[in-house]
């Protein structure tokens, strides 16, 4: 069973509920969750982002791809506490495309994180390797 969610806005309430329905639905089991991250740090969705991961990070294995204007918080130069103990704890994954579009380069984003050139390794790690995935 897969669970598809787009998240528009912060809500405390509904980021509860979910994690309570995940818990319920999986009983325990450890989730494979996919986060999408589009939002830049300046953005409100950014700060959904950041909550929500904080509520599956000691308990799930996280995947997050950052895509559109999501890639600016891979930025060396970007420091938020609590991005950093997202990332040090996930799987992270930058959109190359995106990247060049906003002429940042390879060496300019944090260690650890993987740059994928083809949309399509998204969209297949989607399909076949989540259990949940969130879209910010």
Known sequence: ??????????????LEIVRKKSINLFMGIK?????????????????TFIDF???????DQISIYL????IYGARKNYKNQDLETIF?????????NDLNARGIQDGQIKDGLTVFEHYDNLVMDIMENF?????F
């Open 1 to 14: 069973m897969k669970i598809f969610l787009r998240i528009y806005f912060y809500q405390p309430k509904m």
């Open 31 to 47: 989730m494979h969750i996919g986060l999408i991250l589009t939002k830049s740090p300046s953005e409100s969705g950014f700060k």
């Open 53 to 59: 991961a904080q509520l599956y990070i000691s308990n």
């Open 67 to 70: 895509v559109g204007n999501g």
């Open 88 to 96: 040090k704890n996930s799987r992270v994954h930058v959109y190359g």
């Open 131 to 135: 259990d949940q995935v969130v879209s």
